[in-house]
């Protein structure tokens, strides 16, 4: 999957250093894309379209994906039919909703597959749904629109996890203590129009909660090769923010490269859990649908 990557120019290496070294603030975080394995991409490109408003771009003139308000969702096609991403720290992908019942009913009227089925939850619903290579997405009424949502993460220690994006990404939970849901310790990150939900697997011997994946056992499994391969947030200037990272210890994947089929320059890192996570060199939207850096 990797084999498209070639080494970042000097140029932007060198600039990177110049940055970091003389104490150039790091420009903010915006949420990029989620990346997807996919066997079909036209089918894929097709259901999102349909069942969820996703619309069709040709990113940065090189490859089909999908547009979801302010960011992408990215496709990598793959021979084999990829595991589920159950199982990984990165539980679903969400858009939110308005009306519950009527919405599940027209999915599945037009054939969607029903991974969950309509469920009450407070005064609203959520419903998860079979992608077309069975990555699971959520529909949560509470946020009465039809835009994209949310990422949802499932943490070890919930603590290390916010850790982790704050030291690495700058961001913070929305909440000072984080509440249990269900019996769940949970908080949210929020960045740009998405939000980042991160539950805290129960105890040793405590209970879970029926929703809770069944898959995800005491070792998490790493995200690449699932069909929800990983996210990607993006900075105007990833040379400072890679060489934070490098000299923080934080585990870098791929160094930074530009990637012949999106034509995008980026970086990957391990995050918690088994978390991959791309960091992107990008202009923000609405900037960065057109414009190349």
């Not at 250093?17 to 903010?28: D, K, L, Q, R, Y």
């Not at 959520?138 to 603590?159: C, I, M, P, Q, Y």
């Not at 949210?188 to 909660?209: C, F, H, K």
């Not at 996210?231 to 105007?236: H, R, V, Y």
Request: charge should be neutral; hydrophobic fraction near 40%; charged fraction near 15%.
């Amino acid at each position: 999957m990797r084999a498209v990557l070639l080494l970042v120019s000097s140029v932007l290496a060198a600039a990177g250093v110049c940055a970091a070294e003389s104490g150039t603030a790091i420009a903010g975080v915006h949420f990029h894309h989620v990346h997807l394995n996919v066997t079909d991409p036209q089918a894929s490109i097709a259901f999102y379209q349909k069942f969820f408003g996703a619309n069709t771009v040709r990113y940065r003139g090189l490859s089909d994906g999908l547009f979801t308000e302010k960011s992408f969702i990215l496709l990598t096609r793959v021979t084999a039919p990829p595991p589920t991403n159950l199982g990984t720290s990165l539980w679903h992908i969400g858009w939110a909703g308005v009306d519950g019942g009527s919405e599940f009913a027209w999915r599945t009227r037009e054939g969607i597959r029903v991974q969950t089925p309509i469920t009450p939850f407070g005064a609203n619903y959520y419903m998860y749904f079979w992608g077309p290579d069975r990555e699971v997405i959520e529909v949560w009424t509470g946020g009465k629109n039809h835009r994209f949502d949310h990422v949802h993460l499932l943490a070890s220690n919930l603590g290390a996890t916010l850790r982790w994006f704050k030291e690495n990404l700058g961001l913070v939970p929305r909440t000072p203590t984080a509440p249990a849901v269900s019996g769940v310790v949970t908080n949210y990150l929020q960045v740009d129009n998405v939000s980042v939900s991160i539950m805290e697997r129960p105890p040793a011997g405590a209970p879970r909660p029926g929703w809770w994946p069944a898959e995800v056992g005491e070792s998490i499994a790493p995200t690449e090769g699932t069909a929800i391969d990983h996210i990607a947030f993006s900075f105007d200037d990833i040379g400072p923010v890679y060489l934070r990272m490098r000299r923080a210890g934080t585990l870098i994947v791929h160094a930074p490269a530009t990637n012949r089929e999106y034509g995008l320059t980026s970086f990957f890192v391990r995050g918690p859990d088994g978390l991959l996570v791309e960091i992107v060199q990008e202009a923000p939207i609405p900037e960065g649908i057109w414009r190349r850096r």
